[in-house]
């Protein structure tokens, strides 16, 4: 947001956040988020025109989640804004921009894996399981249910496994498959794909570790730099390009 006066939007902006005469006390002010039930009927677009201004909402966060989900961010309840990384200014602070004295916001620190991948979350994990003695299956899964009055599964050997709460983490799809339910007509997915690169250092042309990219021109979403988000000064540099095919 600190370059927004420098962007071609500025005009427009500035003029919206000038009629959004909003006090702080208002239900669907962004300072209300986690208490306003405002936030849990309404639209993240609704209540996001509201606080940003239409220019703003359409050009970037609505941009954004439409090549996320191939969606308008309509759909979106406005309290689960951040599970599509959108954010909610206050009007205040973005009305600032514009100003001689803008307002800062305090540096958000992320925590991210040492080696570099996420993946070294899930082999820890493991790890610790195995040394309570926790069994580990390889064996696909043909059926999911109820057996004996608790939730089962049955795997491709014939093997059936029930317990009094089961976790599933496959995707919705192969989850309605396997319970032999017939897939709802309206069931929206997004298709995902996640590039991993190696690019040698001196290639990239500017020094990041993640960018967020709202531009419907741009086929990939978002970008992240894995080496420099770990802290890790290496030549072959770790990237990972999202987007949605």
């Known amino acids: 947001i600190y370059v927004l006066h420098h962007s071609s939007l500025a005009p427009s902006v500035t003029l919206e956040l000038a009629n959004l005469h909003h006090s702080q006390n208002n239900t669907f002010h962004a300072r209300q988020k986690n208490t306003s039930p405002a936030f849990e009927s309404s639209s993240y677009s609704n209540l996001s025109e509201l606080n940003h201004g239409a220019t703003l909402h359409r050009s970037l966060f609505d941009s954004f989640f439409r090549k996320l989900t191939g969606q308008s961010s309509d759909i979106l309840i406005a309290k689960y804004h951040r599970v599509a990384w959108l954010p909610f200014y206050y ?14 916001l305090p540096p958000t620190y ?21 040394r309570l003695k926790v069994s580990f299956f390889r064996d696909s899964i043909e059926w999911v249910g109820e057996a004996g009055g608790r939730p089962s599964v049955r795997l491709s050997v014939g093997c059936l496994i029930s317990g009094h709460q ?19 007509s309206d069931f929206q997915t997004a298709a995902l794909m996640l590039v991993f690169l190696t690019i040698p250092a001196p290639r990239l ?4 570790t993640v960018l967020f990219v709202p531009d419907p021109a741009v086929i990939f979403y978002r970008v992240t730099n894995q080496s420099l988000c770990a802290g890790i000064e290496e ?8 987007l949605n095919v």
């Open 91 to 104: 009007p205040e602070t973005l009305i600032s921009q514009f100003t001689d004295n803008p307002q800062t």
């Open 110 to 130: 992320f925590y991210y894996p040492r080696k570099g991948y996420i993946g070294v979350l899930g082999e820890i994990l493991i790890e610790k399981l195995r």
């Open 166 to 184: 089961l976790f599933w983490s496959l995707s919705h799809r192969q989850l309605i498959k396997a319970s032999g339910e017939t897939m709802p």
């Open 205 to 208: 042309l500017k020094s990041f």
């Open 235 to 242: 030549y072959e540099q770790r990237i990972v390009v999202e």
